[in-house]
């Protein structure tokens, strides 16, 4: 009988990973969230469990604390994240995971990993091994996994870039809330210098008094980086900072032909520009080569457009309060993406630099450049 793997993930990352473990020889459930994965772990003959770090409107972190504290026997866990990093290996580790996987892993190497972590779990329980393992079967999943290497597929391309095409570069998406402009330049002075060529900023800030102080001007002198307001055609350039113009409309990412769009307000009103607006389309362009940061400041934009940028594969970061109450704008972020990371203002720069350089690493290596 072939093993039995549950699949914890959104519809379309959960097909992509079917296919390579049915492919592999693997039996699979599916479930898009915590209750319906407790729902089929109590039904047992489930013998290892695949975890997005990322669910909507849930965490990973916490669905394996809850798997480890409600299930028994519990089967082995392996977490599947978008970012490479000690850090997020040692979080997945702490809460119960027994093995931590980025979504760039080749198919080949994520079906030898769930293997041999089904394999220890077996050894450590007495239990016998797993027919198919090791003998000369055809069919069983070692040599379908050896078959599957000779496959060039990378799971990061294919679960999250629409079409499975390449953004130009790495995109971060700012938004800072009325009285969060000086936050803002904080944070953009943090940045590593030779990162930034590696990505192209966005930022929507909703601090009028600010932009009346010609905010471009004086960051394009103090910044190691071009500072204008975003136009209609503008590239997605490395190493510059598009900021949506009050009252120029909504600004919006295309991939045909790649570049910005201003699209007027509807005619109901509302928020213009608007940071979701502009999150959703860098999602829908950058798939999970996008990064959102959400300063601290009043309002209620950017929790939608995060939201959907973290459903792509992205990365939400927003400001801790470090000691103080949380903005609404924060809260409104967390309410709706409770995996978005609480990052201090003093480290956000040095954090955003670090998540576009691991990133970038993985965009060029999606591409089969070489990296330095």
């Known amino acids: 009988m072939a093993s039995r793997v549950l699949i914890v993930d959104d519809d379309q990352q959960a097909r992509a990973l079917a296919s390579v473990l049915e492919r592999g020889g693997y039996e699979v459930a ?53 970012i490479e990093g000690q850090e997020m290996v040692e979080e997945a580790l702490r809460a119960g995971a027994d093995d931590y996987l980025v979504q760039t892993l080749e198919a080949a190497d994520l079906l030898a990993r769930v293997e041999r972590c089904i394999g220890r779990y077996r050894r450590a329980h007495g239990l016998q091994s797993v027919p198919g ?12 996994r050896r078959a599957v290497s000779r496959q060039t597929m990378r799971l990061g391309s294919q679960l999250h870039i629409p079409g499975n095409t390449l953004p130009p570069v790495i995109a971060v998406a700012l938004c800072a809330g009325v009285g969060g402009g000086q936050s803002f330049e904080q944070l953009l002075a943090q940045l590593v210098s030779p990162v930034v060529r590696h990505a192209s900023f966005f930022a929507v800030v909703h601090d009028t008094a600010w932009h009346d102080s010609d905010p471009c001007g004086r960051l394009s002198r103090q910044l190691n980086m071009n500072v204008s307001l975003a136009s209609a055609g503008a ?48 999602s829908e362009v950058f798939g ?49 993406v409770p995996v978005a990371r609480r990052i201090a203002l003093s480290g956000l720069g040095e954090t955003v630099s670090r998540y576009v350089g691991e990133l970038s690493r993985q965009l060029m290596q999606a591409r089969g450049e070489a990296t330095s």
């Open 30 to 82: 599916v479930a898009s969230d915590a209750q319906g994965a407790i729902a089929v772990l109590r039904e047992g003959a489930v013998d290892a469990v695949l975890c997005a770090w990322m669910l909507v409107n849930a965490d990973g972190v916490d669905l394996i604390r809850r798997i480890r504290a409600r299930v028994r026997p519990c089967p082995p866990i392996l977490m599947l994240g978008a």
């Open 133 to 144: 393992r090791g003998d000369k079967d055809d069919d069983g999943p070692t040599q379908r």
């Open 235 to 282: 590239p997605f350039a490395p190493g510059c900072l598009q900021i949506a113009a009050p009252g120029g409309g909504h600004v919006v990412a295309i991939d045909s032909p790649p570049g910005l769009r201003l699209v007027p307000p509807p005619p109901r009103g509302g928020l213009c520009p608007s940071a979701d607006w502009l999150f959703r389309s860098l």
């Open 288 to 336: 999970r080569f996008v990064i959102s940061v959400v300063m601290a400041g009043e309002g209620t934009d950017a929790a939608i457009g995060s939201e959907l940028i973290v459903r792509g594969g992205g990365v939400c970061l927003i400001q801790d309060p470090e000691g103080g109450q949380p903005s609404e704008m924060v809260l409104g972020v967390e309410q709706r």
